[in-house]
């Protein structure tokens, strides 16, 4: 029944370390995105996917890489992790007939020791 | 550059009451802006969204307003639940498919 899923919910993990995030929606949608909360609660957009291909890119480190396999994925791929990478990640995706409308993962809480 | 505010960031308010959340933006030139509720631990549920071109939209108790011209939001919340005690966010839109969201409102509705 979940609309869009992540996985894992909680990832803790070691200064350097690389860790993919994965998601998933199963609404049939064409577009998908990754967002990441700071310890401040600001949510900012990294990166949109429209049919398998980068739409934004907020400027986003190339440390972060997303890939999609096909349409009803988009995973996130994070190396050389960094203290400050530490953030809650959160996954969406809509649909080009109403892309103001993004369904939200339930989100990935990352922390870099 | 967009900068999208919200006050206050947490609030308090006894159950029953009517109650009103504020958004601001400083560019006036969005294509939407969208009120959202964070539940802890899980993702965001939009719970209005206002074109540019409209002043206000309602969804059950919940009445959100846009005023462009002054960069302002308010969503208003009628006789408030304990269910309804989550974060709320603002987000605008801009043309070039940009989503800038605000820091939220916490919101706690006491019984």
């Known amino acids: 029944d979940t609309a869009v899923s992540q996985t894992p919910k909680y990832l803790v993990t070691q200064m350097g370390n690389d860790k993919s995030i994965k998601c998933e929606q199963n609404?049939?949608?064409?577009?998908m995105y990754w967002y990441k909360q700071d310890s401040k609660k600001f949510l900012k957009i990294m990166f949109s996917y429209n049919n398998k291909e980068l739409i934004i890119n907020e400027t986003v480190p190339n440390r972060f890489s997303p890939k999609s396999p096909d349409k009803a994925h988009l995973n996130l791929h994070i190396n050389s992790l960094e203290l400050g990478d530490s953030a809650v990640y959160f996954c969406?995706?809509?649909?080009?007939?109403?892309?103001?409308?993004?369904?939200f993962g339930p989100g990935t809480r990352l922390t870099v020791l | 550059k967009q900068e999208v505010t919200q006050i206050p960031a947490a609030l308090s308010v006894p159950e029953g009451e009517n109650l009103v959340l504020n958004c601001s933006f400083t560019?006036?030139?969005?294509?939407?802006l969208q009120w959202f509720r964070q539940d802890p631990g899980k993702g965001l549920t939009s719970l209005l969204l206002i074109q540019s071109s409209q002043r206000e939209q309602t969804s059950g108790r919940l009445n959100a307003s846009l005023d462009k011209s002054s960069g302002r939001s308010t969503l208003y919340i009628a006789a408030s639940q304990p269910g309804d005690s989550a974060t709320y966010l603002c987000?605008?839109?801009?043309?070039?498919?940009?989503?800038?969201f605000g820091k939220g409102t916490r919101l706690h509705i006491l019984p």
């Open positions: 609404l049939g949608h064409d577009t």
């Open positions: 969406a995706s809509s649909s080009r007939l109403a892309p103001d409308t993004q369904y």
């Open positions: 987000a605008v839109r801009e043309g070039d498919d940009k989503i800038i």
């Open positions: 560019d006036s030139a969005i294509y939407n």
